[in-house]
């Protein structure tokens, strides 16, 4: 069973920043296009940026100057660098890896962001 773990959520204060980590397989890593979902409490999971494989970054409009998408191939690692947070941010973060029909989803981080 493929397993993707996530860390680096938690809480932090208006205008702070994050960065939340996604480790994947190797096997699945370079064959992936990935990307980063949020759910707010009460509210569907909606999009919030992916990278293809090429390396190609698209963000949600509404995010794309303070979240920003990486991967280090090295590490087999996904980031999300969040920064100039807001309470409206607060939602349950969630990484997915597509290999060819398959997705992998990692098990959610929270974060909160509250003063």
């Known amino acids: 069973q493929v397993q993707v773990v996530q860390s680096g959520g938690g809480l932090v204060q208006p205008g702070g920043s994050l960065r939340l980590s996604c480790v994947a397989p190797?096997?699945?890593?370079?064959?992936?296009?990935m990307a980063w979902y949020r759910q707010a409490p009460g509210e569907p999971r909606v999009w919030v940026a992916t990278?293809?494989?090429?390396?190609?970054?698209v963000h949600a409009n509404s995010l794309k100057d303070r979240f920003t998408i990486s991967r280090d191939s090295a590490k087999n690692t996904l980031y999300l660098q969040m920064d100039s947070l807001k309470p409206e941010d607060t939602a349950t973060y969630y990484c997915?890896?597509?290999?060819?029909?398959?997705?992998?989803w990692g098990q959610g981080t929270q974060v909160n962001v509250t003063s």
């Open positions: 990278i293809q494989r090429t390396g190609t970054a």
């Open positions: 190797g096997t699945i890593f370079g064959a992936s296009t």
């Open positions: 997915k890896f597509v290999s060819g029909m398959t997705e992998y």
